[in-house]
């Protein structure tokens, strides 16, 4: 695969884009967290497709764990928000960003797309939680949050695609 430098700069800023969202958060007692970096990710997937929003989740979410401090939890992260990324994106957009599948998406095929993510990134960092915390207690008492961060993700990346689709693809 080729990518143009268009498109290394591009993954670039929505990598960080996702990071710095993943940044707006609400620790919970649980060791859990709400943020918006699932709003970012299901947005940037929505709007560009699987490949951006893949490696901007996978990147973002990754870089995040980092400089977080939450390396045990880094390569889970890319990965499950990596394919999160793809998932939504190949599903509402393809795999390569298309302007004419972006502005034609369907509310139902966004929101059909953004909770078949989060229902992978439910599994996943459950699977890395009872990994990491060795505990299955812990893991299940950390679902509630990612539920809420992907219900507010949802709600917000629906609003802004469709607020956005008009303007990115012009």
């Given amino acids: 695969m080729n990518f143009s430098i268009r498109d290394i700069i591009y993954i670039g800023?929505?990598?960080?884009l996702c990071?710095?969202?993943?940044?707006?958060?609400?620790?919970?007692?649980t060791g859990a967290m709400v943020h918006l970096g699932s709003a970012a990710l299901f947005t940037i997937a929505a709007l560009f497709g699987?490949?951006?929003?893949?490696?901007?989740g996978a990147i973002?979410?990754?870089?995040?764990?980092?400089?977080?401090?939450?390396s045990a939890y880094t390569l889970f992260s890319i990965i499950i928000k990596g394919l999160s990324?793809?998932?939504v994106g190949y599903m509402v957009v393809g795999f390569r960003p298309n302007p004419r599948k972006a502005r034609e998406s369907?509310?139902?095929?966004?929101?059909?797309?953004?909770?078949?993510?989060?229902?992978?990134?439910?599994?996943?960092?459950f699977v890395a939680w009872e990994y990491v915390l060795n505990?299955?207690?812990?893991?299940v008492s950390r679902l509630p949050a990612t539920?809420?961060?992907?219900?507010?993700?949802?709600?917000?990346?629906?609003?802004?695609?469709?607020?956005?689709?008009?303007?990115i693809h012009k």
């Fill in 13 to 16: 800023m929505l990598s960080a």
């Fill in 135 to 139: 505990s299955f207690a812990a893991a």
């Fill in 106 to 125: 369907t509310w139902m095929r966004l929101l059909l797309a953004m909770l078949v993510g989060s229902i992978w990134t439910a599994l996943g960092y």
């Fill in 19 to 29: 990071a710095l969202a993943t940044t707006l958060l609400i620790p919970l007692p």
């Fill in 60 to 70: 973002g979410s990754g870089l995040f764990d980092l400089v977080m401090g939450h």
């Fill in 85 to 87: 990324g793809l998932i």
């Fill in 147 to 167: 539920f809420l961060t992907s219900g507010v993700g949802i709600i917000v990346a629906l609003f802004l695609v469709n607020a956005l689709r008009k303007v």
């Fill in 50 to 56: 699987g490949l951006y929003g893949g490696l901007a």
